[in-house]
C-alpha cells in the first residue's frame, strides 16, 4: 500500500483561484515536504514541516502556505494561484534525516 | 551552500550496454547522497543511499554508486541495463532539506 498519497492528483485551476493541495502519510514520519518540479528541472523545496502545526519555509516558499495539522496530513495553499505555478507538486515524508519517500505527484494547471 | 550537478541532461544506451550517470556534489560537511529514479507519471523512487562507510553502495535493480571525496562525486552504475530502466534519474544531497539535480533522462534502445 502507498504510504504518501496526494490528493488530487490532477487539478486545472484559474489564475487568481486559491488552490489547496493535500498530502497524507502512513508512515509515522516526522518530517514532510513539499516540492515543485517544472519541465526538465529537479525538484525544488517549497515548505517542510518536522512536527505537527508547525511549518517551515523552504528554498522556494513565495506564492505558497503550508499547513500541518496532524502528524499524518500536509497540505500546500496557493491563496492567489498564477500562471508561474503551473507545475507537478510532489509531497514526501522522511524519518529526520533518512531518505524521503515520495508520493505520486499533482499535475496543477492554472490557466 | 549546497549543490547538485548532473552534466548529462539525457543519455541513450543499448540494453546489454553498462551505464554511468554522473553526478557532482558541493557540500561542506560529509554529506547525505541519494539516487532516485523517476517512471513516467510516477514519483521519486529511492534506488540507494550513502551516509558513510563503504563509497561503494549497492542499490535495488542491481545499480550501485560510488562515493569519492576527493573528486565531490557520487556516479551511479549499472553493469548491464534493460530496456525498463528507461526513465529519469535524479542525484540529491542533504541533511533532511535536499537540494536535487536537474536530472539525467535514460533511454535504453534495443
Known amino acids: 500500500e502507498a504510504a504518501v498519497t496526494q490528493s488530487p492528483r490532477s487539478k486545472v485551476a484559474v489564475t487568481g483561484g486559491k488552490v489547496t493541495l493535500s498530502c497524507h502519510q502512513t508512515n509515522n514520519h516526522d518530517y514532510m515536504y513539499w516540492y515543485r518540479q517544472d519541465t526538465g528541472h529537479g525538484l525544488r523545496l517549497i515548505h517542510y514541516?518536522?512536527?505537527?502545526?508547525?511549518?517551515e519555509k523552504g528554498d522556494i516558499p513565495d506564492g505558497y502556505k503550508a499547513s500541518r495539522p496532524s502528524q499524518e496530513n500536509f497540505s500546500l495553499i496557493l491563496e492567489l494561484a498564477s500562471l508561474s505555478q503551473t507545475a507537478v507538486y510532489f509531497c514526501?515524508?522522511?524519518?529526520?534525516?533518512?531518505?524521503?519517500?515520495f508520493g505520486p505527484g499533482t499535475r496543477l494547471t492554472v490557466l | 551552500a549546497q549543490s547538485v550537478t548532473q552534466p548529462d541532461a539525457r543519455v541513450t544506451v543499448s540494453e546489454g550496454a553498462s551505464l554511468q550517470l554522473r553526478c557532482k556534489y558541493s557540500y561542506s560537511a560529509t554529506p547525505y547522497l541519494f539516487w532516485y529514479v523517476q517512471y513516467p507519471r510516477q514519483g521519486l523512487q529511492l534506488l540507494l543511499k550513502?551516509?558513510?562507510?563503504?563509497?561503494v553502495v549497492q542499490g535495488v535493480n542491481s545499480f550501485e554508486a560510488e562515493f569519492s571525496k576527493s573528486n565531490s562525486s557520487f556516479h551511479l552504475q549499472k553493469a548491464s541495463v534493460h530496456w525498463s530502466d528507461s526513465a529519469v534519474y535524479f542525484c540529491a544531497t542533504g541533511n533532511y532539506k535536499y537540494v536535487f539535480g536537474a536530472g539525467t533522462r535514460l533511454k535504453v534502445i534495443a
Open positions: 550513502y551516509y558513510s562507510g563503504d563509497p
Open positions: 514526501a515524508s522522511s524519518e529526520r534525516t533518512y531518505e524521503q519517500y
Open positions: 514541516s518536522y512536527v505537527a502545526d508547525s511549518t
